[in-house]
């Protein structure tokens, strides 16, 4: 499978995730409003959402990945499954130990995160923190499954069991929120149960992917095989990895608990208006940036173990290349174009005009660092790939300064928003500091015609942004019916697409030549 293909494969599953996951929060918005029981639930929600970034998608899979990835091209496949065997046993066991502390400490973790909570909303979201845990545990082991089927270039179920857990919260606003709600129960209490069980249905679909592939991990249940498991060198050598890239990634999260924290002192709804907004941005980062860092790191280590320095280069320039290509003309859309977006995906049931205007404020501020966010996700494997996790650690630890100087300087005059631009450009340094270590270092040579392909972009991003100036102001979105309003946005979004690439054909760029390179 081609890298432009692997890489389309988890963008298009990714995207049925983010579409299933918009339709979850269109209907959240619609049934629970904007109140303080909302701000609890993601509260609650973003604890075991931090640690699965921290543990699971983060720390872990970026020591994992690279040293599995090693062990198959340099030792085969019969030591890398005993690898496996290794590590699953030992997460195994962490994992337990984990979920029954997050259980118990659940009210510190709700203060820590969210101290401006009032009483009720506390212990609202201390309950289903509580109901919320197990799912780290299910996702640490999703994560490790993910890292084995990506390795052996297996990238389909990986990048398409989120529409599991987007399901279940589906069906816990839809039909479990109503059912509590006769009983006397608070409804907002049936996410958490729908965030339970969509963790356990992303678990559970791992299995025969694994299966198939001879791969099903071997979970050691004895102490003999516990501590078999805890002496093996590669088991030493991820925890070793791990160790600063859980600073590296602790840094990431406390940058958003720090954001939480500061969001529930200001005005009621803050947290969720944010919540929104990341939402949104979220749909770019993760179909571009996410599918590219999940397709690169394997590729990247396996070129750094074999010595191939050329490919390793190339891998990393085509990468970029696709990050400007598709990440700068979203930016200008949020730029310029987030409050009919905002009107047209939530203005609905009980989330009112002023929920629109703050949520649309947040999103517009997260397109200043688009890029820079986008962009980390694929210079960062850069480092994995050679095993050094400690230079972005260090960029890390500065950005997080930098960022909090940031938000002291902003909130006062922005209030929310500024937490999103803090965020964006914390990202612009984050990008900036690894590109240029990259190429200090000599392992990332840029291709010849950077500048050509870069006035070419710009150009055709001028008049992309010209095109949604005009339509953002010549209607009126909040005014506009539902249904019409769709489609006026649907109207608009191929517009938009046909007037940037349209441009980008007249400039002479040949798209399907960059695309497979």
Same mark, same amino acid.
């Given at each position: 499978?081609?890298?432009?293909?692997?890489?389309?494969? =988890?963008?298009?599953?990714?995207?049925?995730?983010?579409?299933?996951?918009?339709?979850?929060?269109?209907?959240?918005?619609?049934?629970? %409003? =904007?109140?303080?029981?909302?701000?609890?639930?993601?509260?609650?929600?973003?604890?075991?959402?931090?640690?699965?970034?921290?543990?699971?998608?983060?720390?872990?899979?970026?020591?994992?990945?690279?040293?599995?990835?090693?062990?198959?091209?340099?030792?085969?496949?019969?030591?890398?499954?005993?690898?496996?065997?290794? =590590?699953?046993?030992?997460?195994?066991?962490? @994992?337990?130990?984990?979920?029954?502390?997050?259980?118990?400490?659940?009210?510190?973790?709700?203060? +820590?995160?969210?101290?401006?909570?009032?009483?009720?909303?506390?212990?609202?979201?201390?309950?289903?923190?509580?109901?919320?845990?197990?799912?780290?545990?299910?996702?640490? $082991?999703?994560?490790?499954?993910?890292?084995?089927?990506?390795?052996?270039?297996?990238?389909?179920?990986?990048?398409?069991?989120?529409?599991?857990?987007n399901l279940a919260m589906i069906l816990a606003a839809w039909l479990g929120a109503p059912w509590l709600a006769r009983r006397g129960v608070e409804p907002i209490y049936a996410m958490a149960g729908g965030v339970l069980v969509g963790g356990l249905l992303q678990l559970a679909v791992q299995v025969p992917a694994l299966a198939r592939l001879g791969l099903l991990?071997?979970? !050691?249940?004895?102490?003999?095989?516990?501590?078999?498991?805890?002496?093996?060198? %590669? =088991?030493?050598?991820?925890?070793?990895?791990?160790?600063?890239?859980?600073?590296?990634?602790?840094?990431?999260?406390?940058?958003?608990?720090?954001?939480?924290?500061?969001?529930?002192?200001?005005?009621?709804?803050?947290?969720?208006?944010?919540?929104?907004?990341?939402?949104?941005?979220?749909?770019?980062?993760?179909?571009?940036? /996410?599918?590219?860092?999940? /397709?690169?790191?394997?590729?990247?280590?396996?070129?750094?173990?074999?010595?191939?320095?050329?490919?390793?280069?190339?891998?990393?320039?085509? !990468? $970029?290349?696709?990050?400007?290509?598709?990440?700068?003309?979203?930016?200008?859309?949020?730029?310029?174009? +987030?409050?009919?977006?905002?009107?047209?995906?939530?203005?609905?049931?009980?989330?009112?005009?002023?929920?629109?205007?703050?949520?649309?404020?947040?999103?517009?501020?997260?397109?200043? !660092?688009?890029?820079?966010?986008?962009?980390?996700?694929?210079?960062?494997?850069?480092?994995?790939?050679? @095993?050094?996790?400690?230079?972005?650690?260090?960029?890390?630890?500065?950005?997080?300064?930098?960022?909090?100087?940031?938000?002291?300087?902003?909130?006062?005059? $922005?209030?929310?928003?500024?937490?999103?631009?803090?965020?964006?450009?914390?990202?612009?340094?984050?990008?900036?500091?690894?590109?240029? !270590?990259?190429?200090?270092?000599?392992?990332?040579?840029p291709a010849p015609g950077w500048g050509r392909f870069g006035l070419q972009v710009a150009m055709a991003t001028v008049v992309l942004t010209a095109f949604l100036l005009w339509a953002a102001r010549h209607f009126d979105w909040l005014a506009t019916p539902t249904w019409p309003r769709v489609g006026l946005l649907g109207g608009v979004g191929l517009g938009a697409?046909?007037?940037?690439?349209?441009?980008?054909?007249?400039?002479?760029?040949? @798209?399907?030549?960059?695309?497979?390179?």
């Amino acid at each position: 499978m081609s890298l432009f293909k692997a890489a389309s494969t =988890v963008s298009l599953l990714t995207l049925a995730s983010r579409i299933t996951g918009l339709v979850r929060d269109l209907l959240m918005a619609s049934v629970f %409003g =904007v109140n303080g029981l909302t701000d609890a639930f993601n509260v609650a929600f973003r604890i075991p959402n931090l640690l699965r970034r921290l543990f699971a998608e983060g720390a872990f899979s970026q020591a994992f990945v690279p040293v599995l990835a090693r062990s198959r091209a340099s030792a085969g496949d019969a030591a890398t499954h005993q690898l496996i065997d290794a =590590v699953a046993t030992v997460l195994a066991w962490v @994992l337990v130990a984990v979920t029954v502390l997050g259980i118990v400490a659940a009210p510190a973790l709700v203060w +820590a995160l969210a101290s401006g909570l009032d009483g009720p909303s506390f212990d609202a979201g201390v309950l289903m923190t509580r109901w919320m845990f197990p799912y780290i545990g299910c996702m640490s $082991l999703v994560a490790l499954s993910a890292g084995i089927l990506n390795t052996w270039r297996h990238f389909a179920v990986p990048a398409a069991t989120p529409v599991l857990l987007n399901l279940a919260m589906i069906l816990a606003a839809w039909l479990g929120a109503p059912w509590l709600a006769r009983r006397g129960v608070e409804p907002i209490y049936a996410m958490a149960g729908g965030v339970l069980v969509g963790g356990l249905l992303q678990l559970a679909v791992q299995v025969p992917a694994l299966a198939r592939l001879g791969l099903l991990p071997r979970i !050691g249940l004895w102490p003999a095989r516990v501590r078999s498991a805890w002496r093996d060198a %590669g =088991v030493r050598q991820v925890l070793g990895l791990m160790l600063p890239a859980l600073l590296g990634v602790g840094v990431a999260q406390l940058s958003l608990l720090i954001n939480t924290q500061i969001a529930s002192h200001l005005a009621v709804g803050s947290v969720t208006w944010l919540f929104y907004a990341d939402r949104l941005m979220e749909f770019p980062t993760a179909l571009l940036g /996410v599918a590219l860092g999940v /397709v690169l790191t394997p590729q990247l280590a396996a070129a750094r173990a074999s010595g191939d320095d050329a490919r390793y280069s190339q891998l990393l320039d085509w !990468g $970029l290349r696709l990050v400007v290509l598709l990440t700068v003309p979203c930016a200008a859309a949020l730029l310029s174009f +987030a409050t009919p977006l905002i009107a047209t995906l939530f203005h609905h049931g009980r989330f009112s005009a002023h929920d629109v205007e703050r949520t649309a404020f947040a999103l517009t501020l997260y397109g200043v !660092g688009l890029l820079g966010l986008v962009a980390v996700k694929v210079l960062a494997p850069g480092y994995y790939a050679s @095993l050094d996790i400690r230079t972005p650690v260090k960029i890390a630890v500065a950005v997080l300064i930098i960022t909090q100087a940031f938000n002291a300087l902003f909130v006062p005059f $922005l209030q929310h928003a500024a937490l999103t631009l803090s965020i964006g450009l914390g990202a612009l340094i984050n990008a900036a500091w690894l590109l240029h !270590g990259l190429v200090r270092r000599g392992h990332f040579r840029p291709a010849p015609g950077w500048g050509r392909f870069g006035l070419q972009v710009a150009m055709a991003t001028v008049v992309l942004t010209a095109f949604l100036l005009w339509a953002a102001r010549h209607f009126d979105w909040l005014a506009t019916p539902t249904w019409p309003r769709v489609g006026l946005l649907g109207g608009v979004g191929l517009g938009a697409a046909l007037i940037y690439f349209g441009t980008l054909a007249l400039s002479g760029l040949r @798209l399907r030549t960059l695309l497979r390179r």
